[in-house]
């Protein structure tokens, strides 16, 4: 797989160029990751999500994208990739 970024992550992390102030940080955009700044989006606490990865999805992305994941309560079948 080859994924480029985006014009608008590129624009982001070039108008950081200092500190970063936040509640909470997050390491890891997977699926718990992606989950934990929802949950502290409903609190209304500020979070930002680091990766080492340039796209969002954790190991069901990188690993087996196409693979179908049944275990996601409340959606019947999912994929990384979509």
Not at 33 to 40: A, I, N
Request: with cysteine.
């Amino acid at each position: 797989m080859d994924f480029k970024l985006s014009p608008a992550v590129i624009q982001t992390a070039q108008a950081h160029d200092g500190p970063i102030e936040t509640d909470a940080l997050i390491v890891g955009a997977g699926p718990v990751g992606l989950f934990q700044v929802f949950e502290l989006g409903l609190l209304e606490i500020k979070a930002h999500v680091i990766d080492s990865l340039a796209y969002p999805g954790g190991q069901p992305m990188e690993l087996y994208p196409d693979k179908p994941i049944y275990d996601i309560p409340a959606v019947p079948c999912a994929r990384a990739r979509n």
